[in-house]
């Protein structure tokens, strides 16, 4: 049974740093590649960044770029989003998620690239 479980959001000043990390089991984590997305209330879900499965190369979205890195540790299959800069519109929901695909590749984006997908954890930040 696959599990995907996201750990290490809360409530932050703007300016401020958050570290995500995901936890998966019962799929070959080191073989897959991992992307985060999020969801603000009212809106669609966006990608955030993914990472192949060897840890390069990576990918992120425009609006995080310079702020945020992702990382991966394939010893105890974990994933990692490490946020510096925080804004308020960076408030969302964060979902971790397994690929289909080793690589991120160039559609690396869409949703449906996606396999196993967490619950999610609530980051908020305040102005």
């Known amino acids: 049974q696959v599990q995907v479980v996201e750990s290490g959001g809360g409530l932050v000043q703007a300016g401020g740093s958050l570290r995500l990390s995901c936890t998966a089991s019962g799929l070959s984590f080191d073989e897959s590649a991992m992307g985060w997305f999020r969801q603000a209330p009212g809106k669609e879900r966006e990608a955030v960044s993914c990472?192949?499965?060897?840890?390069?190369?990576?990918y992120y979205t425009d609006s995080v770029k310079g702020r945020f890195t992702i990382s991966r540790d394939n010893t105890k299959n974990t994933l990692f989003l490490q946020m510096d800069s925080l804004r308020p519109e960076d408030t969302a929901m964060y979902y971790c998620?397994?690929?289909?695909?080793?690589?991120?590749?160039?559609?690396?984006?869409?949703?449906?690239?996606?396999?196993?997908w967490g619950q999610g954890t609530q980051v908020t930040v305040s102005s």
């Open positions: 998620a397994a690929s289909a695909h080793p690589a991120c590749g160039g559609s690396w984006y869409l949703p449906t690239r996606y396999v196993s």
């Open positions: 990472v192949s499965k060897s840890g390069l190369p990576t």
